[in-house]
């Protein structure tokens, strides 16, 4: 069983940065793709990115494309995401997830609060 622990959350004001990470216990993390997921107040949690074992593909939804960059680094068993030009509605909880495509399985983490101020 692989167990997930999200950090790196945190308030800043729209048009900054933050970076967070997923730590993932485990010796199989480098066999999974993995994904970030995002749940708004009152909203159903939705696809963020995803990226493959090797970390060579990556795929993002639209919302944040051209703004957040998935990448991971399999010695370390962690998965990030960074995150610029942030907007208010990027305010949410996020969650790390293992992927098939882009739909996620196994466990979740407790997530990470990111707020984002205009």
């Known amino acids: 069983q692989v167990q997930l622990v999200e950090s790196g959350g945190g308030l800043v004001q729209a048009g900054g940065s933050l970076r967070l990470s997923c730590a993932a216990s485990?010796?199989?993390?480098?066999?999974?793709?993995m994904g970030w997921f995002r749940q708004a107040p009152g909203k159903e949690r939705e696809f963020v990115a995803a990226i493959i074992w090797s970390g060579v593909s990556t795929s993002y939804a639209d919302s944040v494309k051209g703004r957040f960059t998935i990448s991971r680094d399999n010695a370390k068993n962690t998965v990030y995401l960074q995150m610029n030009s942030l907007k208010p509605e990027d305010t949410a909880v996020y969650y790390c997830?293992?992927?098939?495509?882009?739909?996620?399985?196994?466990?979740w983490g407790q997530g990470t609060q990111v707020t984002v101020s205009s």
């Open positions: 997830a293992r992927v098939r495509g882009t739909s996620s399985f196994g466990s």
């Open positions: 485990g010796r199989t993390f480098s066999n999974y793709a």
